[in-house]
């Protein structure tokens, strides 16, 4: 899922400017926004009293400010689809065709040593690795008389050139007002109405409107003739389109997104069209089936593309690539980006916990049609190329050809399995999945740490009912396959987690009936518990049984 960081900074008690009443409580209202309500992983408050960080003092002095942003964005450590936002509520003072912005300690007779300017923060953000690096400003305060513009000018021309996002809160010609009746900037205040429940502004564009349209409301209302009018810095125009809010995101939304995905595409924008993709399935929280397949898609452009796990298979004189291959594009088109697939080791840690060692390598290799040295070949039902997802047919149709089973079929049942045998006989789906549940905590237990060592005859019986009862449709093996052939492509172990949800039918395409309607193929056996029967967790319990199924042998 997408990363969310901001750093919020509110200065009232300046040393040697104007002191300002409500810039402090604009970042703190601004604070408590982002954790509770837009649920930000990690914020960082400097204001005059706020509290330390790790030990740290947070007092917005220049020293503090950058010792901060240089520890952060030390090195990048973000990536598409995720947040970063940096808000600023204090003086802002042009010099020297630059803006900076005055910390608590800064003087305005030696601006270059004492503020910071917007330079060095623009440079920060867009160096994190997030794709949405987001800048807001109410930084255009005076208590005392205006003399020369505000900043805004040269911070503009930066945004356009670097990609920031960036909200101002007036025109370099104008005021930041406060407003005694509300105890807040007017900015500011308007700001968090536009990204909560009275705005619900989803998008870039959205929250500029409402804010271009309010803050003159607050004025009017409050100062009569004075003005002060908000603006916003998206450029290019598509990164308007980008949602900074997903719980207000309307379908529109999201399909005007997609439209720019499909328009980097026909492009040949790769790069861009990933982002994109990215950004609208971290909007439709990891569930846009569309998004998983373009990203996929995108995976595979190229067919001399880097596979996610390459070839482990030894071989000296590897076949000379021919020189077309490599070969300059036409008219200067744009190449696919070889794909930022998972490496075999990201993989496995969807696939197989850290206990199972070298285990998850032999499945992975088993699977994806490769053997190493002390495994056996893989089995002839291993199939050359991952095939759609589609619904399962009920059980009055006529079954579809399905691969031969792993497992034999046992000549004898034991009495144990004559229940969870009964129930898929008559194809009662749920309740032979609630009958493995218990066969399996009676045995063993269903956690991580009891799958380990679970009975290899056991699962491979559970296993082999399962698939043969279906006509190969359900079962662990069949889990197996498409959780290492249909997803291994995917740019990220959340995508892939999601990949799989998604193929197996257990993010919401709605459950079945009692006799087999409308069944995902995989969609059975999954593994809940008590109290906690979510998504990525029966995932993870999955991966358990399959490190011991490939450690049994299977």
């Not at 400097?46 to 964005?73: C, H, Y």
């Not at 802002?92 to 003087?107: S, V």
């Not at 623009?122 to 305060?141: E, F, K, Q, W």
Request: one cysteine or more.
């Amino acid at each position: 899922m997408a990363s969310n960081w901001a750093i919020v900074i509110g200065i009232n008690q300046y040393r040697f400017l104007q002191p300002l009443k409500y810039a402090k409580r604009d970042a703190e209202t601004i604070h408590s926004f982002l954790m509770q309500e837009a649920k930000f992983d990690r914020i960082f408050l400097f204001t005059d009293d706020s509290p330390p960080i790790s030990g740290k003092p947070t007092e917005p002095f220049r020293a503090n400010l950058l010792r901060v942003l240089r520890q952060i964005f030390a090195t990048p450590f973000m990536k598409d689809g995720d947040n970063f936002w940096f808000f600023f509520s204090g003086h802002g003072i042009p010099h020297n065709g630059q803006d900076y912005l005055m910390p608590l300690d800064g003087d305005p007779e030696d601006i270059e040593n004492t503020g910071i300017s917007t330079n060095t923060i623009t440079n920060y953000l867009r160096s994190c690795g997030a794709d949405n690096a987001v800048m807001i400003l109410d930084a255009c305060r005076s208590s005392g008389k205006k003399s020369g513009e505000g900043i805004g000018r040269q911070t503009e021309a930066e945004a356009r050139q670097t990609g920031v996002i960036s909200f101002f809160s007036c025109s370099p010609d104008q005021y930041s007002y406060e407003l005694e009746a509300i105890t807040q900037g007017a900015f500011t205040h308007a700001l968090l109405e536009g990204l909560g429940i009275r705005g619900r502004c989803a998008t870039v564009e959205r929250l500029n409107q409402y804010l271009e349209n309010r803050v003159p409301t607050l004025i009017s209302q409050y100062l009569g003739k004075a003005r002060q009018i908000p603006y916003t810095i998206a450029e290019p125009l598509n990164r308007s389109h980008l949602i900074l809010m997903p719980q207000h995101a309307s379908l529109a939304d999201i399909a005007t997104l997609k439209n720019d995905a499909y328009r980097a595409e026909r492009q040949q924008d790769w790069d861009l069209a990933q982002r994109l993709w990215i950004r609208i399935n971290a909007a439709a929280s990891g569930q846009d089936m569309e998004a998983i397949e373009a990203l996929q898609n995108l995976g595979i452009q190229r067919p001399s593309a880097t596979p996610v796990f390459p070839s482990t298979t030894s071989n000296p004189s590897p076949e000379p690539v021919p020189k077309s291959r490599s070969s300059p594009p036409i008219n200067g088109s744009k190449q696919p980006p070889v794909p930022r697939a998972l490496t075999r080791q990201q993989f496995l840690k969807l696939v197989i916990p850290a206990s199972v060692g070298v285990v998850g390598v032999t499945l992975a290799n088993q699977f994806l049609g490769r053997s190493p040295q002390t495994s056996p070949s893989p089995t002839s039902d291993t199939p050359s190329s991952p095939q759609p997802p589609r619904p399962s047919p009920s059980s009055s149709d006529s079954p579809s050809p399905q691969p031969t089973p792993l497992n034999p079929p046992s000549p004898s049942l034991p009495a144990k399995y004559s229940r969870l045998a009964g129930l898929l006989k008559a194809k009662y789906w749920k309740a032979a999945n609630q009958e493995t549940i218990e066969l399996m905590k009676k045995e063993k237990g269903i956690g991580a740490e009891s799958t380990i060592d679970f009975p290899c005859e056991v699962l491979n019986q559970i296993d082999r009912l399962w698939v043969e009862s279906s006509d190969g449709k359900f079962g662990f093996t069949v889990q197996q396959k498409i959780l290492l052939v249909d997803c291994s492509n995917m740019p990220s172990v959340e995508l892939a987690q999601t990949c799989f949800a998604h193929k197996v039918g257990w993010l919401g395409q709605g459950d079945l009936d009692a006799f087999g309607k409308l069944i995902y193929i995989g969609h059975f056996p999954y593994i809940t518990v008590d109290g906690d029967d979510g998504v990525f967790n029966q995932v993870q319990r999955l991966s358990a049984v399959l490190q011991r199924l490939i450690s049994c042998g299977t």
